[in-house]
């Protein structure tokens, strides 16, 4: 029983992550847009 919640917990942890790096893309991609329109596109 034990090694099955171990087996669910790993793969729980592996979701979890992978979640968090789609947070993380997205994130980055709202401030990365940000940056654009205020030093970029006043120069274009």
Do not use: C, S
């Not at 401030?31 to 205020?38: D, G, I, L, M, V």
């Amino acid at each position: 029983m034990a090694d099955l919640w171990i087996i669910v917990l790993d793969q729980a942890a592996d979701h979890i992550q992978e979640i968090h790096v789609m947070i993380l893309f997205i994130l980055i991609g709202a401030a990365e847009r940000r940056f654009f329109r205020k030093t970029i596109k006043p120069w274009l």
